[in-house]
């Protein structure tokens, strides 16, 4: 059973940059497409960003265009997301995931079968 643990998050200055890790452990990602989602306070859970499982392509959230950027290294059963940046609204706890097959497309949350337990991100002004 793969677990996914986040890590990374905590509370930066508006205009700050931190870099989130999702490490899994219990079996290989490697094959895995995974993803970053967030959900604010009192909202739903939203896509942030994804990336297929060679990390040949990568899809972003319009919000967060050109100042996320996820990465992988499976060499490390790692992934990554770099904020740059940060904005207030940006403050969610943030989500990794993980999927076997495109499924419903990325950006969806039903395609991703493991998740992790999130970490929080707060921007502060």
């Known amino acids: 059973q793969v677990q996914l643990v986040e890590s990374g998050g905590g509370l930066v200055q508006a205009g700050g940059s931190l870099r989130l890790s999702c490490a899994a452990s219990?079996?290989?990602?490697?094959?895995?497409?995974m993803g970053w989602f967030r959900q604010a306070a009192g909202k739903e859970r939203e896509f942030v960003a994804a990336?297929?499982?060679?990390?040949?392509?990568?899809y972003y959230a319009d919000s967060v265009k050109g100042r996320f950027t996820i990465s992988r290294d499976n060499a490390k059963n790692t992934m990554y997301l770099q904020i740059n940046n940060l904005k207030s609204e940006d403050t969610a706890v943030y989500y990794c995931?993980?999927?076997?097959?495109?499924?419903?497309?990325?950006?969806?949350?039903?395609?991703?079968?493991?998740w992790g337990q999130g970490t929080q991100v707060t921007a502060s002004s």
């Open positions: 990336i297929t499982w060679s990390g040949g392509s990568t």
């Open positions: 219990g079996g290989s990602v490697s094959q895995c497409h």
């Open positions: 995931a993980a999927a076997f097959r495109l499924g419903y497309g990325l950006r969806r949350e039903a395609t991703y079968t493991y």
